[in-house]
């Protein structure tokens, strides 16, 4: 059907696309005590194996598995947008398009291919990675 030659391998990428950007999201907020972190390399390695997991079932309970992931990943990131506003006083949506991401991403190593995902994961966590860089590279540009 849709889900590629080998699944399982598709499910244990899906966990390591969570743990890559999840690294990243933890070291972004290392500074913070345990109960101002919004979530680490656990919550986002649990997020994208939930992508794979869905996808894995994807062909046995239909559509609607994938979709309530889905709402369940959007719903969380509407809270943790919430919580970082409240204990941080920062709106911020980055972490919240991370683990959207992150979702999709486990989600694609299923059912297309493990290898692009793991490299759209590279990426993501690379942008993320390098936030002071392109801020100053911006402001570089705006005093020229």
Do not use: H
């Amino acid at each position: 059907m849709w889900i590629n030659a080998d699944p399982v391998n598709g499910a244990m990428v899906s966990l390591a696309i969570g743990l890559i950007i999840g690294l990243e999201r933890g070291w972004q907020v290392r500074q913070l005590g345990d109960n101002q972190r919004i979530a680490g390399m656990r919550t986002y390695g649990l997020i994208g194996l939930l992508g794979g997991v869905c996808a894995l079932l994807l062909p046995t309970l239909g559509p609607w598995l994938p979709l309530l992931g889905l709402l369940a990943v959007v719903t969380g990131c509407g809270l943790s947008v919430w919580l970082a506003q409240r204990w941080q006083g920062e709106f911020g949506l980055t972490s919240s398009v991370a683990m959207l991401l992150t979702y999709l991403l486990g989600l694609m190593s299923v059912l297309l291919s493990p290898s692009e995902a793991v490299a759209c994961a590279v990426l993501a966590a690379l942008l993320m990675g390098l936030k002071g860089k392109i801020q100053q590279g911006m402001l570089f540009l705006s005093e020229t």
